[in-house]
């Protein structure tokens, strides 16, 4: 008998496999968007913050805010 381990709702993990099966919920596509919407902040204040410390000459304050 497998092992089924479920995650968040999401999908569970297959123990005999060793894999992850996702299953498409609604959940489980609106929990993918939200993931993917705070990588895209992340990354654009992540680019702001480096281009500030290319025309900055005060680096130690930049960093810090990262």
């Known amino acids: 008998m497998r092992k089924k381990y479920w995650i ?3 999908g ?3 123990n005999r ?3 992850l099966i996702l299953i498409f919920t609604a ?3 609106l ?3 939200i993931i993917s ?3 895209e902040q992340n990354k654009s204040k992540k ?3 480096f281009n500030r410390h ?3 000459h005060r680096h130690e304050k930049v960093i810090s805010n990262i």
């Open 12 to 14: 569970y993990y297959d």
């Open 31 to 33: 929990a993918c968007n």
């Open 47 to 49: 680019r702001i913050i």
């Open 27 to 29: 959940k489980a596509i």
């Open 54 to 56: 290319k025309n900055s």
């Open 37 to 39: 919407n705070i990588n």
């Open 8 to 10: 968040l709702d999401i």
């Open 17 to 19: 496999h060793k894999t």
